[in-house]
């Protein structure tokens, strides 16, 4: 069964940058797509990034293309989320998911089988 563990959340200031890194254990991390996603107090849960199985694909959200990298580590079975140029908007818990489907890139929630907890990220001023 496959675990996920996100961190490196916290809180910066607007216009700084953070990386959260996804560590993913109890099954072959190179057969999963993988996507992060993140929930806002009150709202959805929304789709922010996808990468395929060996990283050579990948996909964003409108609001986030062109600040947010999404990377992996097959030999770490680590997933990371680099952010830049951050905003008050981006403040939200940030989740990991697993998609059974290796060269998935969904933006759809209902397609990744398996969750992280979550890490927050806060940026205020």
């Known amino acids: 069964q496959v675990q996920l563990v996100e961190s490196g959340g916290g809180s910066v200031q607007p216009g700084g940058s953070l990386r959260l890194s996804c560590a993913v254990s109890?099954?072959?991390?190179?057969?999963?797509?993988m996507g992060w996603f993140r929930q806002a107090p009150g709202k959805e849960r929304d789709f922010v990034a996808a990468?395929?199985?060996?990283?050579?694909?990948?996909s964003y959200s409108p609001s986030v293309k062109g600040r947010f990298t999404i990377s992996r580590d097959n030999a770490k079975n680590t997933m990371y989320l680099q952010m830049t140029s951050l905003n008050p908007e981006d403040t939200a818990v940030y989740l990991c998911?697993?998609?059974?489907?290796?060269?998935?890139?969904?933006?759809?929630?209902?397609?990744?089988?398996?969750w992280g907890q979550g890490t927050q990220v806060t940026v205020s001023s």
């Open positions: 998911a697993a998609n059974g489907e290796r060269w998935g890139l969904s933006a759809r929630d209902s397609d990744y089988g398996a």
């Open positions: 109890g099954s072959t991390f190179s057969n999963y797509g």
């Open positions: 990468i395929n199985f060996n990283g050579g694909l990948t």
